[in-house]
């Protein structure tokens, strides 16, 4: 009887590895053979018209931090990729507070309406996945171009007398990141808030706690689970951003998928363009493992 046993978890067990072999491959030669590649890529020498030269190297990810200048031949610090490397967690740290702040009481609007409403508002907040990033973008652009919406409405009221350079600015791609991903904070919010027992709320009142101990004390503990998950899902793709930075910053104020794709363009350096990603890998782990861990071991407050 236990051969027989043994033979069917055998069967059963070389079904499952069947049945989860076109999965596994699609990891492999989709997810982890690219980043391999990547990897082997910023080891290696670049080529003299794009490329690489299969000759080991380490000079990819010795640029990646420090430069040696061009007369002297004295080391130092790479001050150009670090400012882009501060611009771009900077950034991407205050889009994720700002999508947070804005996007919390929206959750929790949508959360408190009639059932027969919600659906609605959701549509509303998920309509703008519907276009396309670049049309959104420039929507913005059209905003607070010298030209447009916004100061075309503050010169007619008299606030200002010149218009105000809001374009190519941090400012203008704070403002179209946080435009782009509160959505992405919107959803997992709604999707935590919906589950929530309001009478824990009303408990709370009734317990004589103020509208911010209740806040602080009841609604924020119970919904965590969405607020990391909104976290990562606008931080992640906030530090990688390419397309906003571009048409927003001008090309005068670069982020990390900006300076990736200007050496693996122009640059013509794939191996320091692929040490930049990996080092941008690098970060969003670091980052998401600290986050989640932080999170996960802080204590829930106690009413």
């Known amino acids: 009887m236990s051969d027989l046993a043994s033979a069917a ?19 492999v030669f989709a ?12 080891f290696l ?11 080991f190297s380490w000079q990819a990810w010795f640029n990646v931090f420090a430069e040696r200048d061009i007369f002297d031949d004295t080391l130092g610090w790479s001050d150009a990729h670090l400012s882009i490397f501060w611009r771009s967690v900077k950034l991407s740290l205050l889009t994720t507070l700002l999508c947070l702040f804005f996007g919390f009481p929206t959750a929790y609007f949508i959360a408190t309406r009639p059932k ?18 670049l049309i959104r973008t420039f929507a913005i652009v059209e905003l607070i171009r010298a030209e ?24 203008s791609i704070l403002l179209g990141m946080v435009y782009v991903y509160i959505p992405l904070m919107v959803l997992p919010l709604y999707a935590s808030m919906e589950r929530l027992d309001f009478s824990l709320v009303e408990a709370g009142y009734d317990l004589y706690a103020t509208r911010f101990q209740v806040l602080r004390r009841v609604i924020l503990p119970l919904v965590k689970p969405g607020v990391i998950a909104g976290s990562i899902l606008v931080f992640v793709p ?11 910053g001008g090309g005068n104020q670069l982020m990390i998928g900006n300076l990736i794709e200007l050496q693996f363009g122009q640059g013509r ?17 670091i980052a998401l493992l600290a986050y989640v861990r932080a999170a996960g071991t802080e204590e829930p407050h106690r009413a």
């Not at 978890?9 to 990891?27: F, G, M, Q, T």
């Not at 997810?31 to 910023?42: D, E, Q, R």
């Not at 027969?116 to 990033?133: A, C, G, S």
Request: glycine share 8%.
């Open 45 to 55: 020498t670049p080529g003299d018209y794009g490329g690489v030269e299969y000759q």
């Open 148 to 171: 447009g919406t916004v100061n075309t409405l503050l010169l007619w009221l008299g606030v200002i007398d010149t218009p105000i350079q809001m374009l190519y600015t941090e400012f």
């Open 116 to 133: 027969k409403q919600r659906d609605l508002w959701m549509l509303l907040i998920i309509i703008p996945f519907w276009t396309n990033l």
């Open 9 to 27: 978890d055998a069967r059963a067990s070389r079904r499952r590895w069947l049945l989860l072999a076109p999965a596994l491959a699609i990891l």
């Open 238 to 248: 906030s530090l990688g951003a390419y397309v906003t930075p571009r048409v927003m």
């Open 269 to 285: 350096n794939w191996p320091l363009g692929a040490a930049l990603s990996i080092t941008l890998l690098a970060i969003v782990m």
């Open 31 to 42: 997810a982890a053979g690219p980043l391999l590649i990547t990897l082997v890529y910023s």
